[in-house]
């Protein structure tokens, strides 16, 4: 690594610590906002039983349950899970070469 990188990389670092500190004057720092999950209205879009929906996507049942109570939020890939199933529900269907229990196709 040459110095000029190392300089620049020392520079971050410096700034990112001042900022954690409360040091709002260097650096700065990009916020996004991310609306809850309706959980509960995206399964309801996909016309499923929670059993169905758990099944038919790789959750637990349990875990569903308490999204839609809201007592724990979805995070990382199970919000990407969400807003998909939420926004394109036939092609995460597709992608994951499934059809929902009781929609099975006969072969």
């Not at 971050?12 to 954690?20: C, I, K, P, S, V």
């Not at 929670?50 to 199970?78: D, S």
């Not at 998909?84 to 092609?91: G, H, K, N, Q, S």
């Amino acid at each position: 690594m040459n110095k000029k990188n190392f300089d620049s990389m020392m520079k971050g670092a410096r700034e990112a610590l001042a900022f954690a500190k409360g040091d709002k004057s260097m650096g700065k720092a990009t916020v996004i906002q991310i609306d809850d999950l309706d959980v509960a209205k995206i399964r309801g879009k996909v016309k499923l039983s929670q059993n169905a929906f758990a099944a038919t996507f790789g959750i637990k049942p349990a875990t569903l349950k308490n999204w839609e109570q809201h007592r724990v939020k979805p995070q990382g890939p199970a919000r990407v899970l969400l807003t998909l199933i939420d926004r394109a529900p036939a092609a995460v269907i597709k992608a994951l070469h499934v059809a929902p229990p009781g929609r099975r196709k006969a072969a």
